[in-house]
């Protein structure tokens, strides 16, 4: 079964550092995600992506966030200057058109910024 | 804007016994609902989802649902719980009207834990 695959599993970083969180969503799925969990709370949604553009963005999504579709499998999240703040669990989530289809989600990263 | 509230942030329950995860939400026009499921060290995985049509919705691992538009609930239940559905569990909800990208918001999460 097509699994949504996130690299690498655990990253840790000095704050003001960039660093890019990698997906592979599952292959012919059109809309691309990213959310965030901090430790014990709740899961957020950071962005959506369809057709190599955002198509929202959370008031967590700021200018040192960015996404990209580099090529025709990969989904990344860079971070340009990592905060404490920003430790979190990232999961990517992946699905088909149509808006009754269902996000599937990665394993997750996470990223622990000292 | 959209929201969901998961009452109870633990559910305990021995094994063989009903469980049910409660879940209410809130949408401004009608919504999609999901339950997904959290193990440990692991990514969120799909159980079910309501969509439109019979308010009972059956998922993954004998899971069911129900959904009740006057309640703005979607309570997710199992006839007979097992040790290894101890999990944190997470409700979502997307408003239809939102547009096609839109996001899944989530509740805060119930941890189950099913004794022996």
């Known amino acids: 079964e097509p699994e949504v695959t996130q690299t690498p599993s655990h990253q840790v970083t000095q704050m003001g550092q960039e660093v890019i969180l990698r997906c592979v969503p599952i292959?012919?799925?059109?809309?691309f995600y990213w959310y965030r969990q901090i430790l014990g709370q709740k899961v957020e949604f950071l962005v959506s992506?369809?057709?190599?553009?955002?198509?929202?963005k959370s008031e967590i999504f700021d200018d040192q966030f960015s996404v990209e579709r580099p090529d025709g499998s990969n989904f990344t999240l860079k971070i340009r200057s990592t905060k404490l703040e920003d430790s979190a669990m990232y999961f990517c989530?992946?699905?088909?058109?149509?808006?009754?289809?269902?996000?599937?989600f990665g394993p997750g990263t996470r990223l622990l910024v000292l | 804007a959209q929201s969901v509230a998961q009452p109870e942030d633990q559910v305990n329950v021995a094994e063989g016994n009903p469980l049910t995860v409660k879940c209410t939400y809130s949408?401004?026009?009608?919504?999609?609902l999901f339950w997904y499921v959290q193990y440990p060290n692991r990514g969120l995985q799909f159980l079910l989802k309501?969509?439109?049509?019979?308010?009972l919705v059956k998922g993954s691992y004998g899971f069911e649902a129900e959904f009740n538009k006057s309640q703005t609930s979607f309570h997710l239940k199992k006839p007979s719980a097992l040790v290894s559905d101890s999990a944190l569990y997470f409700c979502?909800?997307?408003?239809?009207?939102?547009?096609?990208?839109?996001?899944?918001?989530f509740g805060t999460g119930t941890r189950l834990q099913v004794t022996l």
């Open positions: 992506f369809y057709n190599n553009e955002i198509s929202e």
């Open positions: 292959s012919n799925h059109l809309y």
């Open positions: 979502a909800v997307r408003d239809k009207e939102t547009g096609t990208a839109s996001k899944l918001t």
């Open positions: 309501y969509i439109t049509g019979d308010n």
């Open positions: 949408v401004s026009g009608n919504p999609y």
């Open positions: 989530a992946s699905r088909l058109a149509g808006p009754q289809e269902t996000q599937y």
